[in-house]
């Protein structure tokens, strides 16, 4: 069966400073990945996805970043933390089966304070 | 535009009261539906999902949902809610052609004992 891990899980950082969040899928290949923001109290917000190695589009200008080093790694960065980026991040994945939309899973995310 | 609207932010049920949570949408294409449940803290985790065929969807515990394309709804259900219900719900809409989720502001749920 697959699973999706992030971590960390909880994550307190000062304001300026860098940002590394991981996300992993086992058990599928060639999985599409997300990342999504959830404001405290809001909604998702879609910030990336990758349907491939490299492959990368980003739904929303901001000081994040997204890459895909491997089939299954899906990372989340920052050069310089602002205080709006506090929230929590939430990764998902679907599998790739050629006929398009598919079912999201999401991993247990990770709480970041920003301060 | 396409959208997904979730009129109620709050609901508040008695334990062992039946349920419905809303969900509308507008979207251009034959939609796939879907809705996520999500504790306090923990990521979202798939109630049901409807793609086609019958319009009445059975989910996990417990949960249904009817697929109304005349309305534009796919209602959320349950017949009795447990204290364990109490959550934030979901309602999300993608196409087949659409890797991206529209997704509802969320209805947190709140049963009284």
């Known amino acids: 069966s697959q699973t999706i891990h992030q971590w960390p899980a909880t994550l307190v950082q000062p304001v300026g400073s860098p940002l590394s969040l991981e996300c992993t899928v086992e058990g599928t290949s060639n999985p599409n990945l997300y990342w999504y923001r959830q404001a405290a109290g809001r909604g998702l917000q879609l910030l990336f996805y990758s349907v491939g190695i490299g492959q990368i589009s980003s739904e929303v200008p901001q000081n994040l970043s997204a890459s895909r080093p491997q089939d299954r790694q899906f990372i989340l960065s920052s050069k310089k933390l602002l205080l709006s980026d506090s929230g929590f991040y939430l990764c998902?994945?679907?599998?790739?089966?050629?006929?398009?939309?598919?079912?999201?899973?999401f991993g247990p995310g990770t709480r970041l304070l920003v301060l | 535009a396409q959208s997904v609207t979730q009129p109620d932010i709050h609901i508040t049920v008695s334990e062992g009261a039946s349920l419905e949570l809303r969900c509308n949408y507008s979207?251009?294409?034959?939609?796939?539906l879907f809705w996520y449940v999500q504790s306090p803290g923990q990521g979202l985790q798939l109630l049901l999902k409807y793609f086609s065929g019958d319009t009445l969807v059975q989910g996990i515990k417990g949960f249904e949902a009817e697929f109304k394309r005349s309305q534009s709804s796919f209602n959320l259900r349950k017949p009795s809610v447990h204290w364990s219900d109490a959550a934030e719900y979901f309602c999300a809409v993608g196409a087949r052609s659409n890797y991206q989720l529209i997704w509802g502001a969320g209805t947190k749920l709140i049963i009284k004992p």
């Open positions: 998902a994945w679907t599998k790739e089966t050629g006929r398009g939309q598919e079912t999201q899973y």
């Open positions: 979207y251009g294409a034959t939609p796939y």
